[in-house]
């Protein structure tokens, strides 16, 4: 048996034992995971330094911060999510037991991207030990440091047969992809997905699939370019631009192309000095095939900002192309990377229709003042997500589903929905062995009277809440009427 | 042909029409009336089909379904409305909201068994979420098939709501083009099969699939009612349905007073020879007939065990002390033949039930209302009801699927609007407060990081309408308490 085999098989066995089924426990692996941050902070600001040349504020800010943000709704609103969630009866059902019970899917799988290897690989851990789920954890061997952290130190804290970490490149995960899991957690690349979906259904394996795509981002000319162009800059290069949700290219008027460039590069200098490469706040290229791959894109472009690089160091300077066509090479894939095109459009109109052209994007920015231009980017576009007027920071909102559409993705998890997207939720209906003689209008043989009472009980919809509160109010009134009569007379 | 259904579907749907609320109101309308005007028909075409009874139609599929469409209408506005979250202090001056929008055109395969329930409560789910909808009736219901095909372009829009029939071949070329949400009912083999064609395109799937749905039944309950709620839920349709119980699981002590049960209610129920009640219905077809049949080889029916291949009739049948390992509990029955395995206890049942794949459905019948929690925790299952069958299908409230091989995703009522809508996430800050924003800029430091901490962890504050509500109310009874307090102290 391979090791990936053994690792599901002790996975699922330890599921069976019931362990997980108890809110103290999983309770406790939370509180133990929140522990493994914090004791070892260092050593995973380290893997990150070495995977992604990421500052120890920078790894604290993007990775771990929202992490233990996670971990702590999770520990306190655990209890509350996990509760049977009542729901409205009918006038058949008004005396029985009517509710949705959350349940343990059983062994989840948990594919880790590389570009925030703690965040999106730890974050669906959390909704999944919450749930009660145990789940295989896949670092991406693209960023090995984080990964060989993550395999060495995880244990020590987790339940090692319950949350096991398996390293590994393609082969391994196509091991394990064989294998049976109950739900399968993907990050990474459109490409995969599909090979993750497609091995998925062989088991009829429910997925979540957080992909990418090209985010645009759309600058009205009539809002404050300064402000714009630092949190446009701000969201394109953290990370060295391999953010999934990072603003891929810019659309707007020519008019204000180069003041965009200009308060980009301002932006640019604010926050990386005028040496990026020295600073210790700009991160690499992950690897040489990410590198070439994003140096490529720059061909046929004209470059306006950057465009310097260091191979040895898997350095790009923050780059801003301009004048980029939707031919362009920079145009033809997910740049994630420090490569940010400017695409001229001669309004919302046309950058409207320059959008649903494409592939549905993770998410949409819209930079603007007026909120009925907003609104009509809402309304006329679909994507993920969409923020107006900064970026990134939805991600940061534990209560908005985060997640993709179409090529983008499908399924979304953060805070209440990691724990919903990883649980079954069982309808249940708890009827008494009595009052049957209700029930004689639904048996045969069967008469157009029994029919009549059958389609009052089936079709009135009862709302037990609005009724108990306007009892309330009722007794409330009555309450009033009687205290000013009897001191008012 | 099924190409160019899909390229009409999408450049209606392109167009924008689906998106004003008014029109899906209408549409929703349209397709109101027609299941109205037209019950007749649909109830001969069903007659036909599997000779289903003139009131069992209504009462199994065309309530429910008018049931789905008139809840949809009355509360579109609402499930349509953006739905406000919980913030943060980052984003506490910010609108921050879940938009639900409409996906696309979506494929929905519908199945033989109940016709028009299952293939078109998608369907209002479809139309109420603002999407085209490509809708394939199973070739197998032939009279309903041609029917809906014949209908739903005279009522609602043929564009976005084509109707395309056929069967294996049109379904594989149907699949090898790009939806944006493929809803199926049917078996887990083709289940498997239409996920790996969604693949391709990373289309989202609903699989209402099946299973082999097990039904408990304690000795210390009311065996008599049990037994007629049971064989109610057995028979209807003759076994042919998803959620049906598929066979029981009981204590040796009481299984021939099971029997009994179901005997008396069989009676009570269809007479004397149910072949001769216009309420009991007949096998889809031959093949399914022949399938059925075979799965009793090796054993005597204790109740039935009659058939009649020209009229592709079973008679209600019920077997005794049946093994796990027969036949009959290889596969989901789908028919009306009733196996009863014995187990020793209620342990003994839950392990039973825990070996096998996750059923759509779990039965319990049971007084004990402890005994019902640990079956309840220790099992798991698409729905469940305890101590009736399949009543949790008809309320809308409840999300309707399987888990695990019985299917995945969910509807009904307005989990098909959401199931079959994209939530999208909304933040709509101001480019102002920027100075909020310095702290999370570079060049970053242990000050500034501890700033941004401070604003992603403070707690929650919860901006839903349900706390809005309260806290109105308990400010106006704190007021008229207040307001009461004068009124006696000045009156003293």
Not at chain 1, 126 to 132: E, F, K, R
Not at chain 1, 234 to 253: H, M, R, S
Not at chain 2, 326 to 354: H, K, N, W
């Amino acid at each position: 048996m391979s090791r990936e085999q053994l690792a599901v098989q002790r996975a699922r066995k330890s599921f069976q034992t019931g362990k997980t089924k108890p809110l103290e426990y999983r309770v406790h692996q939370l509180k133990s995971l929140q522990r493994f941050i914090t004791e070892k902070r260092k050593d995973i600001a380290e893997a990150v330094k070495k995977d992604l040349y990421k500052s120890e504020h920078g790894t604290e800010l993007f990775e771990t911060l929202g992490l233990e943000g996670e971990i702590n709704l999770a520990v306190e609103k655990l209890a509350e999510w996990a509760a049977p969630r009542p729901v409205e009866k009918n006038l058949f059902t008004i005396s029985d037991e009517v509710y949705i019970q959350p349940e343990p899917l059983g062994v989840v799988l948990i594919i880790g991207a590389w570009n925030y290897p703690w965040a999106v690989t730890l974050q669906p851990l959390v909704g999944a030990i919450a749930a009660g789920n145990a789940a295989v954890i896949k670092p991406s061997d693209v960023s090995p440091h984080s990964a060989k952290v993550m395999e060495e130190l995880l244990p020590l804290y987790l339940d090692k047969d319950l949350y096991p970490v398996v390293t590994g490149g393609v082969t391994e995960t196509q091991e394990l992809l064989k294998q049976r899991f109950d739900h399968v957690f993907y990050t990474g690349s459109s490409t995969v997905g599909k090979l993750v979906m497609e091995a998925a259904s062989r088991h009829l394996t429910p997925v979540t699939l957080e992909l990418g795509g090209k985010s645009p981002c759309y600058i009205d000319k009539n809002c404050d370019l300064t402000v714009a162009c630092r949190r446009i800059t701000w969201g394109k290069f953290v990370n060295c631009g391999q953010t999934c949700i990072a603003p891929d290219y810019i659309l707007c008027e020519p008019c204000i192309q180069s003041q965009v460039i200009e308060e980009i590069r301002k932006s640019i200098k604010e926050f990386y000095t005028d040496n990026p490469k020295t600073f210790e706040d700009y991160g690499r290229i992950v690897n040489q095939r990410h590198f070439k791959r994003v140096m490529a894109l720059m061909d046929g472009s004209k470059i306006a900002i950057g465009g310097d690089s260091d191979e040895s160091q898997y350095y790009i300077a923050p780059t801003v192309l301009q004048d980029v066509t939707g031919e362009s090479k920079a145009m033809q894939e997910e740049i994630f990377g420090p490569v940010l095109p400017i695409i001229s459009v001669s309004g919302v109109d046309e950058a409207i229709q320059f959008i649903n052209e494409r592939e549905k994007p993770l998410a949409l920015y819209i930079f603007s003042p007026d909120n009925k231009v907003i609104r009509r980017v809402i309304a006329e576009t679909s994507s993920g997500a969409l923020l107006a007027n900064d970026c990134l920071v939805h991600f940061t909102v534990s209560a908005l589903p985060f997640g993709g559409v179409g090529n983008s993705g499908m399924g979304r998890y953060h805070g209440q929905h990691s724990f919903d997207q990883l649980s079954h939720l069982r309808s249940c209906l708890i009827k008494k062995l009595n009052m049957e003689g209700v029930n004689t209008m639904r048996y045969p043989p069967h008469t157009a009277k029994k029919l009549g009472w059958a389609r009052f009980f089936l079709l009135k919809q009862v709302n037990l809440g609005k009724l108990r509160r306007m009892a309330l109010l009722a007794t409330l009134a009555a309450l009033a009427a009687f205290v000013v009569q009897r001191f008012l007379r | 042909m099924e190409r160019q259904a899909l390229k009409r579907a999408r450049e209606a749907f392109l167009s924008g029409r689906t998106r004003p609320l008014e029109f899906r109101l209408q549409q929703l309308t349209a397709l109101q009336s027609m299941i109205k005007d037209r019950h007749t028909e649909i109830a001969t075409a069903l007659k036909q089909d599997i000779n289903r009874s003139q009131y069992d139609t209504p009462l199994l599929e065309l309530i429910s379904l008018e049931n789905e469409i008139t809840l949809a209408i009355a509360k579109l506005a609402e499930w349509a409305a953006p739905r406000p979250v919980e913030k943060n202090l980052l984003t506490i001056s910010d609108e921050v909201y879940i938009q639900p929008e409409p996906l696309g055109v979506v494929l929905i395969i519908g199945a033989w068994n109940y016709p028009w329930a299952v293939t078109l409560i998608p369907l209002v789910g479809a139309i109420a979420a603002g999407n085209a909808a490509i809708v394939k009736p199973s070739e197998l219901s032939e009279y309903s098939s041609l029917l809906l095909r014949a209908m739903l372009p005279r009522y609602l829009d043929q564009d976005l709501y084509p109707v395309v029939t056929g069967g294996v071949t049109e379904t594989q070329e149907l699949l090898k083009q790009r939806f944006d949400h493929v809803f199926y009912t049917g078996s887990s083999t083709v289940g498997k099969l239409v996920m790996e064609a969604a693949s391709r395109h990373l289309t989202p799937v609903t699989l209402e699939l099946g299973g082999k749905s097990p039904c408990y039944i304690d000795k210390n309950c009311d065996l008599r009612v049990a037994c007629r709620r049971i064989t109610w839920g057995k028979f209807a349709n003759c076994g042919q349905t998803c959620i049906a119980p598929d066979y029981i699981l009981c204590e040796p002590s009481i299984q021939n007073r099971v029997v009994e049960g179901i005997r008396q209610t069989l009676l009570e129920f269809y007479g004397v020879d149910p072949k001769c009640s216009p309420d009991y219905s007949r096998i889809i077809n031959q093949r399914h007939f022949n399938r059925v049949m075979s799965l009793m080889e090796g054993y005597t029916a204790v109740l039935g065990g009659q058939s009649d291949a020209s009229q592709r009739y079973i008679a209600p049948t019920v077997l005794k002390d049946v093994s796990p390992h027969s036949r009959l509990m290889q596969e989901e029955i789908f028919g009306p033949l009733l196996p009863i395995v014995t187990v020793s206890d209620m342990d003994d049942a839950i392990r039973f039930i825990s070996e096998r794949e996750k059923p759509l459905a779990l039965y319990i019948f049971c007084s004990d209302k402890k005994a019902i929690k640990r079956m309840l925790d220790e099992t798991t299952s698409g729905g469940v009801t305890v101590n009736d069958v399949m009543i949790h299908y008809t309320l809308t409230s409840l999300p309707f699927g399987g888990v695990g091989q019985s299917g995945m995703g969910r509807y009904h009522g307005k989990h098909t609007f959401d199931q079959l809508s994209h939530q999208r996430a909304c933040l709509v800050r101001s480019l102002g407060m920027e100075s909020v924003n310095l702290a999370r800029y570079p060049p970053q430091d242990r000050q500034r990081a501890r700033r941004v901490r401070l604003a992603l962890t403070s707690p929650m504050i919860d901006f839903s309408k349900r706390t809005y509500v309260w806290a109105v109310c308990v400010t106006i009874i704190a007021f008229g308490l207040f307001v009461t307090l004068l009124v006696i102290l000045l009156i003293q």
